[in-house]
């Protein structure tokens, strides 16, 4: 199971103090945000995601860090999840920061913790955006305008840019639809090649018309 980050609350050296930043309220609600969504069947789109997840939930240490996520970073750290501009997660490694603002009933708790699990196990902001709405729509999921990350860290799809790739999704800009992806002839991550699975979504939030220069698609 995850692990949870301590700070010192009182003590001198060697006698230091530390709790967990997560309170037991809140790692409750941290466990059982996993719970559901590693038990729901919206996750056999993505093949080798579960397996993915449950690895990478025994290796994580996650914060519930208010200092952080006060700061005002909104934006400026690598993997940092914002809603309405403002900071609602963190993924460094396998370090996790769950803002205090997702914890009740409108939070949007496991959302967040699925989409930062997502980027621990490598996935793209593609990757872990369309998983988040495969699973939370109407209940959490957003499209963050994150047009450029969608196109910048993926490739194009079979040679057609309109199509983007990541490690667990494959995008179509024009239409909105999204599926899941087959890896065949080798395992995650190398796989010889990788092929559309299951089909997703399709959303009309999920289209996008990318600038053209006159040149072509960018």
């Known amino acids: 199971m995850a692990t949870w980050k301590k700070r010192k609350t009182g003590g001198s050296w060697p006698d230091e103090e530390y709790a ?12 059982n945000a996993y719970d559901n969504f590693i038990s729901s069947n919206c996750l056999d789109n993505f093949p080798g ?11 994580i240490e996650i914060s519930c860090d208010d200092d952080y996520c006060s700061s005002g970073s909104s934006g400026s750290w690598p993997n ?10 963190h993924t460094s490694g396998n370090s996790i920061i769950i803002c205090p603002g997702r914890f009740g009933s409108a ?3 496991g959302a967040t913790l699925l989409h930062e699990m997502v980027h ?5 902001e ?14 959490g999921a957003g499209i ?22 990541g490690e667990w999704a494959i995008w179509n800009s024009n239409t909105g ?9 080798g395992s995650w991550p190398s796989g010889d090649e990788k092929t559309k699975g299951n089909f997703c979504f399709q959303s009309n939030d999920w289209k996008h018309t990318y600038p053209d220069s006159g040149g072509g698609w960018p």
């Open 120 to 124: 621990a196990i490598g996935g793209k």
């Open 80 to 89: 940092e999840t914002t809603v309405s501009g403002s900071p609602a997660g």
């Open 177 to 185: 639809e999204v599926w899941g992806i087959i890896r065949i002839g």
């Open 49 to 59: 995601i579960k397996d993915k997840l449950r690895e990478k939930w025994d290796e």
């Open 126 to 139: 593609l990757d872990c955006e369309a998983v988040e709405w495969n699973c939370f729509f109407g209940n």
């Open 20 to 31: 967990p930043i997560c309170t037991p309220a809140q790692q409750k609600q941290i466990i």
């Open 107 to 109: 939070g949007n708790l």
């Open 144 to 165: 963050y305008d994150d047009w450029d990350k969608f196109k910048s860290e993926t490739s194009a799809f079979n040679g057609n840019e309109i199509e983007r790739i």
